[in-house]
């Protein structure tokens, strides 16, 4: 398999992008990498050639650009060429840190949707604490900030094929991000989302879950419409952070006996980072297009670089694309039907 | 390019993106609302057209493209 990387996305690329790379190509044999990026700049990086193309490139897509004005001015910039290469059947899957609405629109207007898929979704994988697995997945977390009804139903099918073909959950419990879990909660979008969830049976729809119990086990793959996924996640994320933090800064300004205590439980808080840290399954994937695009972090290090490889190798080998275009392909007629009746609602 | 040919091929690509039936578009028909296009299947479009035309369409001339017609016009003044 062969994977695009966009060399220069993120705060720490070229270097930390190269590294991870090179990292990843030592790690699995059947992987090559196509390196998008300056050549004078990523060239004097790589220190071992072996499975590692190099492909220059003039322009660099920097993170405040607008994402649309930026892919239609810099058609020689790393992450333009790089989504190109899989368009054009180049590259299997194409993977960038840089500017993230100009990943997603090189994502969906260069690389393409699968056909019958209305909206691609960004979907990322989330520590479990409690509950039948260690992850799950939501989606969408921030692709579309207006959605519709259809979008949503998608996504459950989409989210349903990734947590089966790369977290390895067989029959995912799907459920509805909503504000209550009774079938009759939500405004009438979740409505809407929560009859033609419930109306289908090729999906474990198991109905609604509230934000607070995502990492609790809620479902196995959570739905929700992209601005209400992206406010989820960051304030999880948020939440996350400030507890530790707050645990943190009472053991510095606490006593002996807090320091002494801290250090009796230094075992326990690793392991709680360990479980916490979601770097470690990967980057957000843009489902519904026609081939893996993957966005990690802007400030990933090599280590990260190397673990999204690691999805991606997964996704590519698991053929999640396929699968789900497959199931699009062969249900095309029952999805038009439930567009016309969404549009209907 | 005739106009005639810019309109068949615009037509197969509206046909294919927005999958309707080719022989339902016709020069009168509107993105929006008949298409139902939201702005991101626009956006997709204008790139096609671009793509397809290899013109180059600004986004204050995009915005003013509002049926097949006024499309394939731009399209046939424009290369």
């Known amino acids: ?345 | 390019m005739t106009k005639d040919e810019v309109f068949n091929r615009v037509a197969d690509m509206i046909s294919d993106q927005f999958e309707v039936d080719r022989s339902k578009i016709t020069g009168d028909l509107n993105f929006k609302s008949d298409l139902d296009a939201d702005s991101i299947d626009f956006v997709e479009f204008v790139l096609n057209l671009e793509s397809e035309f290899g013109a180059t369409i600004d986004d204050e001339d995009a915005e003013k493209l509002n049926t097949v017609n006024e499309a394939v016009d731009y399209i046939v003044s424009h290369s």
């Open chain 1, 1 to 345: 398999m062969k994977i695009a990387v966009d060399a220069m996305g993120g705060d720490y690329a070229p270097t930390e992008v190269v590294k991870g790379v090179e990292m990843a190509r030592d790690l699995h044999p059947d992987m090559e990498f196509l390196l998008f990026g300056p050549k004078d700049q990523v060239e004097p990086l790589v220190a071992n050639t072996e499975r590692i193309t190099l492909v220059h490139t003039e322009q660099v897509i920097e993170m405040g650009e607008e994402p649309v004005k930026a892919i239609k001015a810099k058609k020689d910039s790393s992450m333009v060429k790089a989504a190109e290469a899989v368009h054009n059947g180049e590259a299997d899957a194409f993977l960038s840190g840089g500017n993230t609405g100009a990943l997603l629109a090189a994502g969906l207007f260069i690389v393409g949707r699968i056909k019958g898929i209305e909206r691609p979704a960004l979907t990322t994988t989330l520590p479990m604490v409690e509950g039948p697995n260690d992850k799950f997945v939501m989606l969408d977390v921030g692709a579309n900030a207006d959605s519709r009804a259809f979008h949503l139903y998608q996504y459950a099918f989409m989210g349903a094929y990734y947590a089966d073909a790369v977290l390895g959950i067989q029959k995912p419990r799907v459920g509805l991000l909503n504000n209550g879990t009774e079938a009759d909660k939500g405004d009438k979008l979740h409505k809407a989302v929560h009859e033609l969830l419930a109306a289908n049976h090729d999906l474990n729809f198991i109905g609604n879950v509230e934000s607070r119990e995502l990492l609790n086990g809620a479902a196995d793959v959570v739905v929700t419409d992209g601005f209400t996924g992206n406010a989820a996640l960051k304030s999880t994320e948020g939440t996350a952070l400030t507890m530790l933090n707050l645990i943190k800064r009472s053991i510095i300004n606490g006593g002996l006996k807090d320091k002494l205590g801290a250090y009796l439980l230094k075992d326990t808080f690793n392991d709680i980072n360990t479980k916490l840290d979601y770097s470690k399954y990967g980057g957000a994937v843009l489902i519904g297009v026609k081939a893996p695009v993957v966005k990690m972090h802007g400030s990933s290090k090599a280590t990260t670089v190397r673990n999204t490889l690691g999805q991606i190798h997964t996704m590519v080998k698991s053929n999640t694309v396929g699968k789900i275009v497959d199931y699009f392909n062969t249900h095309a007629d029952a999805m038009k039907a439930i567009k016309q009746e969404a549009k209907n609602n």
